[in-house]
């Protein structure tokens, strides 16, 4: 049974709802929008159109005490070609965390592992993560053929942090277009500058791969309003041939997408399903209830995500 706090953070989504519905008119919809707040579809923007978009993720819920951080995005896309979109972003984070790790302790965030924080101490921080680099080509539109197939990369160079992450994103769509489902299929390599377990004092830069599937629904049921769904799953590898698993995470959740003349807002909101287990670098402690806390996991994830075209 879900406590009232669960019940308040799960309905912080649907009041997200009713403010997204509040916002404007319904001018015809826009091919490149983003329907989803996690995985992506094949649409791009038209060659020459740009758009600045901006993200913000809110995390929220660990083992236990209290946890709370918020992932920033700021995005500028531009389109190339018809079938090559680039963009330019910077990544930015704000924790809050107190006793929510394994075994009670204060753990940071993912982004901010590299800080030490006492066992028990109250922690806050807010950080520039780094700069990324974005490009999208389409081999297949779902338009004109029978599948919609791109290709993603992604590297991201920051103060103690390095990305590259390449991603395989197909789509199909039916009625009319009215219902679009997207797959992807990501394979992001990362490395952290951070102190080493065993030699305190001693930082090293650290490796660590991603590899995560997402599925994604939505339906298009009245003019500019799409709802939908998406699931994730998340893995991470303390190697790049994905040996040494540390952490498997699933996530399923609604997300509802408006698309206006010049701009778009889509929200995702995200609960981790118990179906978490162990693996040969777990972190002793971080799963509980079957579901895992490790630094980059947590129990709901709500994602915001609002562009404007120019």
């Known amino acids: 049974m879900r406590s009232a706090s669960d019940r308040r953070h799960a309905g912080l989504f649907v009041l997200l709802c009713f403010l997204v519905l509040g916002v404007a008119a319904a001018p015809p919809a826009r091919a490149e929008e983003s329907q989803f707040g996690y995985v992506y579809t094949t649409d791009l923007l038209p060659q020459g159109a740009k758009e600045v978009e901006q993200w913000l993720t809110w995390r929220h819920r660990k083992v236990a005490g209290r946890f709370d951080q918020l992932d920033g995005r700021t995005e500028f896309e531009y389109g190339l070609t018809d079938r090559l979109q680039v963009a330019f972003y910077a990544n930015y984070v704000w924790a809050s965390a107190y006793r929510n790790g394994p075994f009670g302790q204060t753990t940071p965030p993912e ?7 006492g066992p028990y101490q109250h922690y806050d921080a807010k950080r520039f993560v780094g700069w990324s680099g974005e490009a999208i080509y389409r081999l297949w539109s779902p338009y004109t053929d029978p599948l919609g197939v791109a290709l993603y990369i992604e590297p991201t160079v920051g103060p103690a942090f390095r990305e590259l992450e390449g991603k395989l994103i197909l789509q199909k769509n039916y009625l009319d277009d009215r219902l679009v489902l997207a797959f992807n299929l990501t394979y992001a390599p990362e490395w952290r500058y951070q102190e080493e377990e065993d030699r305190p004092g001693h930082k090293t830069w650290q490796e660590e791969t991603d590899v995560n599937a997402g599925f994604a629904a939505s339906y298009r049921f009245r003019e500019n309003w799409s709802l939908g769904f ?10 790049y041939n994905f040996k040494r698993e540390a952490n498997s ?3 399923v959740g609604p997300s509802l997408h408006f698309g206006g003349k010049k701009f778009f807002v889509t929200a995702t909101f995200l609960e981790q399903l118990p179906w978490a287990s162990e693996h040969s670098d777990s972190v002793p402690g971080a799963i509980v209830g079957r579901r895992v806390y490790d630094n ?15």
């Open 296 to 310: 980059d996991f947590e129990k709901y994830r709500l994602r915001v995500k609002a562009g404007w075209y120019f």
């Open 249 to 251: 995470g699933f996530f």
């Open 111 to 117: 982004p901010l592992s590299y800080d030490q924080p």
């Open 230 to 239: 998406e699931f994730l799953n998340e893995r991470e590898y303390a190697s």
